[in-house]
């Protein structure tokens, strides 16, 4: 009995020195862990301010950057956009005489309505301004009106520019006139100063100083063939229709046709075709003097934009200033 005692004494013994003895020590080293938990959380925290004060540099040190960044991604877009559109209309990128493949330069803008291209090698000095609005048969929208008058701008003041050619860039049309379900939607206050601009975006056409040419290689209808009849020279497919149809709406052309067409084709003429709405052939529109080349649509659909970048070719070695001046000349002797 004493034994068990003594050995049950012992045992609790120990038993209560190391229960006295753990806590402290469990203690200890939860405070040690501690201590090492904060050194380690404020190293990180150094760490992250380290970080983040090296990423405010870098944002730094690239903000002037990322504009022309986004510039480079822009042209290499388009740069995609008019591969495919040059893929499509091979031969207008072959010399004329011997096959070679001609070179286009990089300075490319463009957006969803215009596209606009300027030429390099053999045809440098020559510029092409595409109407790119398929779903809309290329009416005249706001967007484009916009776009045109911007590019417009920039060609006035351009002295290495001998040359402006407008087509299309898509097939059997080259503008059906203004955009009326765009125009449906404005408010009425907007339909004026939009038709306001609309008409100085033609003027300003008309009034460019080097030589500009039409491509019509589809139907150019009411406003479609004022911007025609506001270049200098018009080439059309004999396929192509075109006429100043805006009497059957109701209305009357009020971009310029109701002078330009009688200055073109002669005021008796130009009355007929406009109160009878009557379109024409490209054959029919050749035959009244309105368009100086009438040619056979080929495959491509795009004759008319081959005759007239053929057309320019032969006006782009003659003197610059002269060319300008002789424009002008005409111009102002029959106003």
Known sequence: ???????????????????????????????????????????????????????????????????????????????????????????????????????????????????????DGDDSGIVVLGINRPQSKNAISKNLVTMMSEALESLKTDNKVRTVILCSMVPGIFCAGADLKERAKMQQSEVGPFVTKARTLITELGTLPMPTIAAIDGAALGGGLEMALACDIRVAA?????????????????????????????????????????????????????????????????????????LAREIIPQGPIAIRMAKLAINQGIE
């Open 1 to 119: 009995m004493l034994t068990f005692t003594k050995s049950c004494q012992i045992r609790r013994a120990s038993t209560s020195n190391f229960v006295r003895e753990t806590p402290p020590q469990r203690q200890r080293g939860h405070v040690t862990r501690k201590k090492n938990y904060v050194t380690r959380g404020s190293e990180l925290k150094v760490k992250e301010s380290r970080n983040m004060a090296s990423l405010v540099r870098c944002r730094v040190l690239f903000q002037p950057f990322r504009s022309q960044i986004n510039i480079i991604n822009g042209v290499c877009r388009s740069d995609s956009f008019l591969h495919t559109f040059l893929n499509k209309r091979e031969r207008c990128a072959r010399h004329a005489f011997n096959g070679g493949v001609r070179l286009y330069s990089s300075d490319v803008k463009s957006g969803d309505d215009l596209i606009v291209r300027y030429l």
């Open 238 to 310: 004999s396929s192509a229709k075109m006429g100043l149809v805006e009497t059957k709406l109701a209305i009357i052309p009020g971009a310029g046709g109701t002078q330009r067409l009688p200055r073109t084709v002669g005021v008796s003429v130009a009355k007929e075709l406009i109160f009878a709405a009557r379109a024409l052939s490209g054959d029919e529109a050749k035959s009244l003097g309105l368009v100086n080349h009438a040619v056979e649509q080929n495959k491509s659909g795009d004759a008319a934009y081959l005759r007239a970048l053929d």
